[in-house]
């Protein structure tokens, strides 16, 4: 099925206590509140990699990292037609992608759990192939850049487009030792 723009809603947002410093406060944690969805959706545009999460025919899981584009509300990653990605995702579509980063006591960690939908109408896909060139730069416009050509491998076919609204968002935030579990539920 070819997708047309999704629609973005805006989310339920609470706080899951049970994996936040507001059940187990340590000093300076005792007002540990959270994350609202605009701050989420700041770092969603900056992250610089995804790790989107598929599942093959058999049940396994395959996970792979990806650059994404958050716009208009939506996560788009694109992969080739014949990657493990895409066939997982021609039999389920339900997927999750996931970026933030590695320290224990600093930073903001996303998951953002969706069906990928592939993109057929024209005018969406060159909207998301201007943010992309937006966010990377000359990582895709340069011809030294690391994905240079991935806006005309789209518009080609030879790069499939799949755009993931999300269903459910999960955020895992981390301040000197402060923690925040929040759930965004679509």
């Given at each position: 099925?070819?997708m ?13 206590a049970r994996?936040?410093?507001?059940l187990?406060?340590?000093p300076g944690a ?7 969805w605009a701050?989420?959706?700041?770092h969603l545009?900056?992250?610089?990699i ?10 396994r899981?395959h996970?792979?990292?990806?650059i994404a584009?958050w716009h ?7 992969t ?10 021609s039999?389920d579509a ?9 320290a224990?006591?600093e930073?903001?960690d996303l998951v953002?759990?969706?069906?990928a939908?592939p ?15 937006a966010k990377?730069?000359p ?7 690391t ?6 491998a789209i518009r080609r076919?030879d ?12 955020g895992?935030?981390?301040d ?11």
């Open positions: 099925m070819s047309q723009r999704p629609v973005a809603e805006q989310p339920t947002t609470e706080l899951d994996y936040s410093s507001a187990n406060p340590r005792g007002d540990v509140t959270a994350t609202e701050e989420a959706e700041r545009e900056a992250a610089e995804f790790w989107v999460s598929t599942v093959r025919p058999d049940g899981p996970i792979t990292p990806v584009a208009d509300g939506v996560l788009y990653f694109s080739g037609p014949g990657e493990q990605k895409a066939r997982n995702l039999h339900h997927c999750a992608l996931l970026t933030g980063g590695n224990l006591t930073g903001f953002v759990e969706g069906e939908e993109v057929g109408d024209p005018a969406v896909r060159e909207e998301v192939i201007a943010a992309y060139e990377s730069g990582h895709i416009t340069s011809p030294d850049g994905f240079h050509g991935i806006g005309d076919g790069a499939v487009l799949f755009a993931v609204a999300p269903a459910t968002a999960y895992f935030g981390r000197d030792g402060v923690y925040s579990h929040t759930r965004w539920v679509f």
